[in-house]
């Protein structure tokens, strides 16, 4: 039953902040998981192994928690929507492992490059593959946004592939998900169940042939399982909070995680000469406009709505 009409627009829960707030907080953190991973000599494809097969009790335990065992098992018994999720799968790997191997090789500010234009990039996916009207506002974010790219790319040498595949593979696993007849939860656990078994065959072949390293101490061990627990909590505190808070809040808090990795890079000592500093201000000079157009539709709804 929809709720009854009310004269004034209702007040998002103090909760649903919170728990945006902490899934970009862990976002925003968790490079540093993967670096200390990393520092136990961990390669990408084993911590990405290790990394889809622990978080299937954590997505498990969340789908558990909501009642959705059965919407699980139903999925099994549609072969698009399985075929969807698999496809997600594929793509949310594929972020992954560049972006555990782009932490581990120096390259933390092209993570946070790739993770402030993504939601751009997919304002324009939206035009593109949904016919999504694109404002002015939009489209200068837009065009922002590509004048940073190119001057990321005449800083480094060449395109920014790390930034660009991160994004275009963010993008492209929001456009599937879009797709997807399940809810956030149970998406989730299908596909660290994808992914999560051939990471155990992997990850067993790997400990017999004595190049594992979950087998080589409690250390590495509790890291990887860990990693399992932070790839799993934010997405879902992160569905939780996107369906409680107005688009505004939730355009604002996403550009709270790439601006700790680049604060992070730069801590870290990774170069940031005049043209990598050009770059980021044209990005960000696109993600205000962005957020700003975000405020204003948010604001056009709610005077809609008194």
């Known amino acids: 039953m929809a709720p009854p009409p009310s004269s004034a627009p209702t007040s998002p829960p103090p909760a649903a902040f919170a728990a945006g707030l902490s899934a970009y907080l862990i976002w925003g953190f968790i490079p540093l998981v993967f670096q200390v991973i990393g520092g136990y000599g961990v390669g990408p494809w084993e911590t990405l192994a290790h990394r889809t097969f622990w978080a299937i009790p954590f997505a ?129 656990f299908i596909e660290c169940l994808l992914l999560g078994v051939p990471g155990a065959i992997f990850a067993i072949w790997l400990a017999q042939a004595g190049q594992d390293h979950f087998t080589q101490g409690v250390a590495p061990a509790a890291w990887l399982v860990f990693s399992g627990a932070a790839t799993a909590v934010p997405l879902v505190l992160f569905a939780w909070a996107a369906r409680r808070l107005p688009l505004s809040a939730m355009g604002f808090m996403q550009f709270l995680a790439p601006s700790m990795t680049f604060v992070l890079g730069v801590v870290q000592g990774e170069p940031l000469g005049w043209t990598k500093i050009t770059a980021f201000a044209f990005i960000w000079a696109g993600a205000g406009v962005f957020a700003y157009g975000l405020w204003r539709a948010s604001r056009r709804l709610t005077a809609a709505a008194v």
């Open 60 to 188: 498990g335990l969340f789908v558990w928690m909501a009642g959705q065992g059965g919407q699980a098992l139903a999925v099994f018994r549609k072969p698009k929507v399985l075929g969807l999720l698999a496809l997600s799968s594929l793509l949310i790997a594929a972020n992954w492992l560049v972006f555990i191997w782009a932490v581990n090789n120096g390259k933390v500010l092209q993570t946070s490059l790739g993770y402030f234009i993504n939601p751009l990039l997919s304002m324009a996916a939206g035009a593109l593959f949904f016919r999504e009207r694109l404002d002015r506002i939009a489209q200068g974010a837009i065009a922002l946004a590509a004048i940073g790219v190119v001057f990321q790319a005449v800083a480094i040498g060449g395109l920014p592939w790390v930034s660009l595949t991160l994004a275009a593979s963010f993008c492209g696993y929001g456009i599937v998900r879009k797709q997807v007849a399940a809810d956030a939860q149970t998406g989730l």
